[in-house]
């Protein structure tokens, strides 16, 4: 099982990034995503989240409006847009899978994100 996080970086307040999470060996169709943050010296906070199946997106409210979670099953990757950043939004960024089925739960390794000019 593997969950490689790509695309952060350094970025003014105000500018876009976008974050992909590649997934191999599980079924990824069967896995609902989401992407979680960790500030220096907070807790994991979820920021976004995308089911498995038909259903709604989820964001947290402090990014709503702002970033989009979006997957393309078929390259078994899940995307995070990140538009008008703010310095606030800087954290490792994290890719998870919850499996719809099981308890199964993965995460990937991060990326970090800064803001900052």
């Known amino acids: 099982v593997r969950l490689v996080e790509s695309g952060g970086g350094l970025v003014q307040p105000g500018g876009s990034l976008r974050l992909s999470c590649a997934a191999s060996g599980f079924p990824f169709g069967s896995y609902a995503m989401s992407w979680y943050r960790q500030a220096p010296g907070k807790g994991r906070e979820l920021v976004a989240t995308?089911?498995?199946?038909?259903?709604?997106?989820n964001y947290a409210d402090s990014v709503k409006g702002r970033f989009t979670i979006s997957r393309d099953n078929a390259k078994k990757t899940v995307y995070l847009q990140m538009n008008s950043l703010k310095p606030e939004d800087t954290a490792v960024y994290y890719c998870?899978?919850?499996?719809?089925?099981?308890?199964?739960?993965?995460w990937g390794q991060g990326t970090q994100v800064t803001v900052s000019s």
């Open positions: 998870n899978a919850q499996s719809r089925w099981s308890a199964n739960n993965y």
């Open positions: 995308i089911p498995s199946a038909v259903g709604s997106t």
